[in-house]
């Protein structure tokens, strides 16, 4: 699909008569730099600094003891070097781009007690901001319930974010914000999920001319079924900053196409068969995009559906999708509790979709799948990318026999894994459905070719795909950035 493209602007068509050097324009990495998580970038535009994302690792557990672990390094070895950002821009509200917001915010008004809503400025949609509420609380409540939290400090409290909403300025697609009287800022759509964007940053230069950064955040090209896929602008960019969740990814010649998938016998020959469909899916995406799905295919009449959480997360979802949407989520029915669990897994003849789309603990999609994974007639369908340390990954090692970069779950045992400290053994069906939101096979490079970069600065990609990809690669245009190294154009 031909990515859409944003009207041009007059200041598009700016003179641009030298390059800008160095010095100029720089971008330093603090996190998610040579990995997936954490994310938390800061660009120099004439020495006006504007923070990317503020994120946390995924696969590290958040108690006392491993939290830091799971944060950008900077927030608790060197805040100091954060107290000059002015604005702090979000791209989306998955938690590797938001989850150390609040903390962040907390660390910085305790260094300077003086910041006001005009001093520091956290920019993002309005349906990201929904969600990084909604997350963030459920990282509060999370702390309050976890017993390693007992006799601790939780990290921040429900007053924190309140707080920190103060702060939070709403954009909108399409809107160009002026950050000082030499920097813009454009919005654009960038696909993945509800309120995901890109920034588009212009710099005047001194004479006259200008220099353009585009930081894309996750982007997927493709239409979903309640999300258009990524605008790109129609101009040439000075420096690309593109997410690289799949860049170099070998393509799975088994992952199932959605096509035709819901009415195979792995899907609907289970129902026929009496079983249990479980669909993991993340709570603030894949959940509703699953439930239409299965809703658009007729399902329900096959076999009853279930939710089993994500109950807020769907909420907010659907007040911020156009009413002609709504109804695909309307009249669920939704599992409460463990009780209710054991009563669907008894009765069998089933479709449930599980929050949690990697598996965390304490998750409903974690117990499905230590309840359900010995079991023949329960299937689970993965259709979202998958943390390589999660259950999710040593899970579909046993669909195609050896997954790629199982580093955590796998068993030496051929037909078991390893969820937590227990061992189970695998008679589950597992299928993957080829539905990622990120940028598939030949996106990278056909936006990379549109925009013509003169710097191309990788971040927030899995090493090893990263590295095979950059081979070859001219050194001089593509940067993949060590922690804390700061790069030019």
């Known amino acids: 699909m031909t990515p859409h493209r944003i009207a041009k602007r007059k200041m598009y068509k700016m003179n641009r008569t030298r390059a800008p050097s160095p010095r100029d324009i720089s971008f330093t990495g603090y996190g998610a730099v040579r990995e997936i998580g954490a994310a938390l970038y800061v660009l120099n535009f004439l020495g006006y600094e504007v923070q990317l994302e503020s994120g946390t690792r995924p696969r590290v557990s958040w108690a006392p003891e491993t939290y830091k672990k799971a944060l950008p390094h900077v927030l608790y070895k060197n805040i100091g070097a954060l107290m000059g950002i002015r604005d702090i821009v979000i791209t989306h509200a998955h938690l590797d781009h938001i989850g150390a917001l609040a903390l962040q915010f907390k660390l910085m008004l305790a260094a300077n007690p003086s910041l006001t809503p005009d001093s520091l400025r956290i920019w993002m949609t ?112 000075d420096m690309l900053i593109p997410d690289g969740t799949n860049l170099g990814k070998i393509p799975d010649p088994l992952e199932t196409p959605v096509e035709g998938f819901l009415e195979s016998d792995s899907f609907l020959g289970t129902l026929n068969r009496g079983g249990i469909v479980v669909v993991p899916s993340l709570s603030i995406h894949r959940e509703p995009d699953n439930i239409a799905r299965i809703r658009n295919a007729g ?64 998750s409903p999609a974690h117990w499905w799948l230590t309840r359900g994974v010995e079991h023949a007639d329960v299937s689970f369908v993965i259709n979202n990318w998958q943390d390589p340390c999660s259950p999710g990954t040593a899970l579909l090692a046993h669909r195609h026999g050896a997954a ?15 969820i937590g400290h227990d061992t189970y053994e695998v008679r589950c069906e597992v299928h993957r459905l080829a539905t990622s939101s990120h940028q598939e096979e030949g996106e990278f490079e056909r936006m990379v070719d549109m925009l013509s970069p003169k710097r191309i600065v990788v971040v927030h990609a899995e090493f090893s795909q990263a590295t095979r990809y950059l081979t070859g690669k001219d050194s001089e245009r593509f940067a993949y950035p060590k922690h804390g190294t700061e790069v030019g154009i």
Request: hydrophobic share 40%; proline share 5%; charged share 25%.
């Open 299 to 362: 399902l329900e009449k096959v076999a009853k559906l279930y939710i089993d959480g994500g109950d807020r997360a769907l909420q907010i979802f659907k007040e911020c999708l156009e009413p002609e949407q709504q109804h695909l989520l309307e009249n669920l029915t939704f599992i409460h509790g463990k009780r209710e669990r054991e009563e669907v897994l008894r009765s069998r003849h089933a479709i449930v979709v599980a929050a949690g789309g990697m598996f965390p603990d304490r």
């Open 404 to 418: 790629e970069e199982v580093s955590i779950g796998a068993s030496s045992d051929p037909c078991t894994i390893e």
């Open 126 to 237: 309005g349906p990201a901001w929904r969600f990084t509420k909604h997350q963030l609380t459920q990282t509060v409540n999370s702390m309050k319930r976890n017993p390693d939290w007992k006799g601790h400090q939780p990290l921040f409290d429900e007053h924190d974010i309140d707080t920190l909403e103060e702060y939070v300025r709403i954009i909108h697609f399409g809107e160009m914000i002026e950050l000082n009287p030499t920097l813009t800022m454009v919005v654009i759509p960038a696909g993945h999920i509800l309120g995901a964007a890109s920034f588009l940053f212009c710099q005047k230069l001194s004479n006259g001319g200008e220099a353009r950064v585009l930081a894309t955040g996750d982007t997927s090209d493709k239409d979903q079924i309640f999300i258009r896929g990524a605008v790109r602008p129609d101009i040439k960019i």
